[in-house]
């Protein structure tokens, strides 16, 4: 077995991992590895974020084909090779693969493919992928990022051919004729719109009795409707899937993530939470102190856009001492779902401790932007707190909403207690954050008669 | 000639005087009337902001039926119908000017069609388009929001059928096959873009040695080589019009807009600029107390969302006593050209004060959203101080600018030192302000070839 030396060993090439490893090394640090058993890019890149933005964004080009006429351009939409669609999204992902490798190349850092184990705090063992080649790493630092893989549930068992997860759905060579999807969250509202949107007969059911269960009630419902009119069944607070689970010619389970511990942190006595998700401390520090972890494995948010904060901020931790302290429980991170049209959200960290609220409302219809961009389905909700008149959150339903819910972030993360008129262009998508914001505060001059908030 | 009393008069029904009419009603004034010349919405919805996006949105459509083929969509494009594309783009406003007739008229205020005329300071009177009809009227308060006209330069004479202005070129029946535009500023330019796109040959001449002359010079260049690639000649430091003018089917003069001064303001004295704009005190009103002034007419910003939060500001101070005072130049207004791409910018309002900046830099290329969203062109700039590291100014040209850089006006307007990266989710297009952001600081780890900044 050879022998390595490194400085920082990085776990997981996801947007964690990866993040730490090209902050070491701008940092100085002169021997850095990182560790991937599989494809660079982690989740996000290879069976997460991109691959599903991919197929949205194909099938939104599909519909906008469909209704281009309505700018007085015509055009004949063929039939869809969906192997080609797929051939196409990962020549994309291929693309940025490459350009995360140059990246780090050019940070020399130190690509090793194969699994890692714990040997001791501070040697890990490399096997390829056939454990018949082995390395013993010997390292300073370690920043875990293995991030999570989706979660069995006993009723079903993976290596069926007609019984699918997250991963595999984004590798389909054609559309089923239809499909159960198993859990109501995010990804299976996302998977219930694309493959509905390319001619899948979808039904969706979940265990509460609504979707996206920590959501908003009026957003989640608006959801549950436009997936009604695609054409999805949705069957909620629903339990009997062994009663209909035979009529699909695949099933989908998206209920969730699971820690990924192949590493074993038991080896060297890392503390995890109950569900196995690592815990650390305000620095991204485990319990052994020269180990640090970032990203999905640490729990919390689940997003890549916190897991590569987390990846810079450790590395430079893990480089320079303890120098920078992070309480992720302020974090104000906006939530998006690409269904059709897309959902997003944000909310002050203690969102819930507010008692007395106030909600305004604003419709995409009476947007002009969104009215001459045939995007009027939708509406943007900001609560104020009634004392202060500050806003605290923002939901938003409709086109463009996962670049809108930034600014809405920049807002809340800012303590932001006003918003003016002239600091937002017209036409934009973006008028409706103030539009509904000056609902709020009973100053707007857009109020439609549709704009009445149901309950939060 | 008959008689008619109200509390508020608003003269031009635009973005400012619109705004305006609805606030004073929201505060309770009964007896308001609204004054229009020509059709409700005035410039942005007639002839401005609203049909130039619509056409840009229609060009857009096309270009991207020609690209969907990249998402494994394939489409045949129709030959375009030009006339249709234009009716369109009218029922489109035909609908929203619908909207806000439905609005004014839910906040029972009068509308009178006609031109204004100062007999007092108390009286105005009310002429129709063939003046055989007169009403007087007597108010209490007066608001002006009569906005600009295309400016009249003496070379050209507008009532020649092929030399057209900003307006007429809006209703052009089919699309010319090659057009001479004069004037290289934002309407110029999107002109070019928009014609070009549909198939017209385009010259666009500008006097001064760069399009866009009070923009960032890298961004300039920039937009001249888009323009160039997309089959505009592009001509600067150009005087010598009249050599090329028979050259050419149509004449597009674009070379700025003008006080509209029907009203006669020299009839009651009121005060205004050597250009003809109206001064106006921080509370937006005259030098004659019972009259304000809001919108284009008082230049400065001639952008529809600074009218329309001098409408809501202006009626609030004519309603209630003048409480809330302006500042207007230290508004912190986006800006935004519609060239393909899109080109946006905002500056802290002392922006030139600073000597010492640190500019960063970030392609769209190593942008993941806008690489699978295949919108790869472009970057965006940040430009920080060099002592508070705080962003100053934010420049983009690319995709979705319109919309991202109503983050950046957030930022400035509120003094935000710092960018949190789990504020901006992944993948969005608006991460690209935060890589920008984050190479001035010298934190990027996207950090790319390209990403080099020429002087600004």
Redesign the interface.
């Known amino acids: 077995m050879s022998l390595r030396k490194y400085d920082i060993l990085i776990i997981g090439s996801g947007?964690a991992g990866?993040?730490a490893a090209?902050?070491a090394s701008?940092l100085g640090v002169k021997r850095i590895a990182l560790i991937e058993k599989d494809l660079i890019g982690g989740t996000?890149?290879n069976c997460g974020?991109?691959p599903t933005?991919?197929l949205w964004?194909?099938l939104k080009?599909?519909l906008?084909?469909q209704k281009?006429y309505?700018?007085?351009?015509?055009?004949?939409?063929?039939t869809?090779?969906?192997v080609?669609?797929?051939?196409?999204?990962d020549k994309?992902i291929e693309?940025?693969r490459k350009?995360m490798k140059l990246?780090l190349l050019a940070h020399s850092i130190d690509i090793i493919n194969g699994i890692a184990l714990f040997k001791n705090k501070n040697t890990i063992i490399v096997s390829d992928l056939n454990n018949d080649r082995k390395i013993e790493i010997l390292t300073n630092k370690i920043i875990i990022a293995t991030g999570t893989n989706p979660s069995i549930i006993e009723e079903f068992n993976f290596n069926n051919n007609n019984i699918i997860n997250s991963t595999d759905i984004l590798n389909l060579k054609k559309i089923p004729k239809n499909m159960l999807i198993v859990g109501g969250g995010a990804i299976g509202i996302e998977m219930a719109t694309i493959f509905s949107g390319f001619g899948c007969r979808i039904t969706l059911i979940e265990k509460e009795n609504h979707l996206l269960q920590y959501e908003d009630f009026e957003i989640s419902e608006q959801i549950r409707k436009n997936l009604v009119i695609q054409g999805v069944e949705v069957l909620t607070s629903y339990t009997k899937m062994h009663d209909i689970i035979n009529k699909y010619e695949k099933i989908l389970v998206v209920t969730g993530r699971a820690p990924n511990n192949i590493l074993k942190f038991e080896n060297v006595g890392i503390k995890t939470s109950e569900k196995g998700f690592i815990k650390t401390n305000d620095f991204y520090q485990t319990n052994i102190s020269n180990i640090y972890a970032v990203g999905d494995i640490i729990g919390e948010?689940l997003?890549?856009?916190?897991a590569?904060?987390d990846g810079?901020k450790a590395a430079e931790n893990a480089v320079n001492g303890n120098l920078i302290q992070i309480n992720r429980k302020k974090?104000?991170?906006?939530?998006?779902v690409f269904a059709m049209p897309q959902i997003?959200s944000v909310k002050v960290n203690n969102f819930f401790e507010y008692k007395n609220l106030i909600i305004g409302k604003s419709s995409f219809s009476?947007n002009?932007?969104a009215?001459?961009?045939k995007e009027r389905a939708g509406f943007a909700k900001c609560a104020i707190d009634i004392v202060t008149k500050k806003p605290i959150a923002f939901w938003i339903i409709g086109a463009?909403s996962?670049?809108?819910?930034?600014?809405a972030?920049?807002?809340l993360?800012?303590n932001?207690t006003y918003?003016?008129?002239?600091?937002?262009?017209?036409?934009?998508?973006?008028?409706i954050l103030l539009n509904a914001y000056e609902d709020a505060i009973n100053?707007t001059?857009?109020k439609n008669k549709k704009d009445r908030c149901n309950n939060l």
């Open positions: 947007p990866f993040s090209v902050r701008q996000c890149l974020c991109i933005k991919f964004l194909s080009t599909k906008k084909i281009s309505e700018y007085g351009i015509k055009a004949v939409l063929d869809i090779d969906f080609d669609v797929i051939k196409k999204k994309d693309n940025i350009g990246t948010n997003f890549a856009y916190t590569q904060n810079i974090y104000i991170v906006p939530k998006v997003a009476s002009s932007r009215f001459i961009e463009h996962d670049e809108l819910i930034n600014i972030s920049q807002i993360k800012n932001i918003i003016s008129r002239e600091t937002i262009f017209h036409p934009s998508f973006s008028e100053k001059i857009y």
